[in-house]
């Protein structure tokens, strides 16, 4: 533009044309400069947005790579969490199965339960049936105790009585002053029997006279024994039921002038104290 303008200026009027097109020229030129200026800022502003682009798509790439860090994570949690859900399925199973047997187990006991119950029941009722059988049962032959308790029974009425209504009612079969083999008797000092529990026939026979034994031994056995106080007294008797002689003894006590005793067979004793 600036040659143009000289060569217009020395051509002279000849020039003016050029001239015309040498400010054309610089006008193109001023403005290509502006252009050139406009398009440079672009280019540096369009590189500094570039740059942040590339920051930015750095920071994005590192954030996804987090993330993708994370969903790998999370992946694996995953993973383990499903194998311990497998675990606690099979867990669960293992405890539903066991429930099911416990719960088996439960019912058969409470079946055995009501069986035992059932069985208790029937053995309680047989025992009553037993304990009503032994309690009618009753020894053929007395036994010491309940020698003594006649004697006591009759000591007891005597204390309500007077002498001469307690030897007779002694001897009265109502007054149950006998059972099975056992007699309650009331002797003299003579030997006289002046009682005998339910067998009047018996009054006024003597010790002296009872077959198969010594009876005087016997009457000084059961004096001494009474005058000392309350006890027993042995002795071998012939057995009316069977007629063999078996060992007796009779348990004696003083009352007023008479010698109250009650004899049971030694066998039945021993049978006791078994």
Excluded at 36 to 49: C, D, F, M, T
Excluded at 55 to 76: E, H, L, W
Excluded at 198 to 222: C, H, T, W
Excluded at 226 to 254: D, F, H, L, R, T
Aim: hydrophobic share 40%; aromatic share 6%; charged share 20%.
């Amino acid at each position: 533009a600036l040659n143009a303008a000289v060569e217009a200026a020395r051509a002279g009027e000849q020039g003016r044309g050029f001239a015309v097109v040498a400010a054309e020229v610089r006008s193109l030129a001023q403005r290509s400069a502006a252009s050139a200026k406009e398009i440079r800022q672009l280019i540096v502003a369009s590189g500094q947005q570039v740059e942040a682009s590339v920051k930015q798509i750095r920071t994005a790439g590192s954030s996804i790579q987090q993330i993708a860090n994370g969903v790998r994570g999370v992946a694996a949690n995953m993973s383990l969490i499903s194998a311990s859900s497998a675990e606690q399925s099979t867990g669960l199973s293992e405890i539903s199965s066991a429930v099911s047997q416990l719960d088996e187990i439960t019912q058969r006991n409470a079946q055995m339960v009501e069986r035992a119950v059932a069985q208790a029941d029937q053995l309680e009722q047989r025992a009553a049936h037993l304990s009503k059988a032994v309690s009618s049962f009753m020894l053929q032959q007395g036994t010491a105790e309940e020698a003594m308790q006649l004697v006591d029974k009759a000591q007891a009425m005597r204390q309500q009585r007077g002498r001469d209504a307690f030897v007779r009612e002694i001897t009265t079969p109502a007054n149950n002053f006998f059972d099975r083999d056992m007699y309650v008797f009331a002797l003299d000092h003579t030997g006289v029997y002046r009682s005998f529990g339910g067998k009047p026939e018996k009054v006024g026979s003597r010790v002296q006279d009872i077959p198969g034994i010594d009876g005087q031994a016997l009457l000084n056995a059961i004096v001494s024994q009474a005058e000392a106080g309350p006890g027993w007294v042995e002795y071998n008797i012939g057995n009316p039921a069977n007629g063999s002689i078996q060992a007796k003894m009779s348990y004696v006590v003083k009352i007023d002038d008479l010698y109250v005793g009650c004899g049971v067979y030694k066998t039945a004793a021993a049978r006791q104290a078994a």
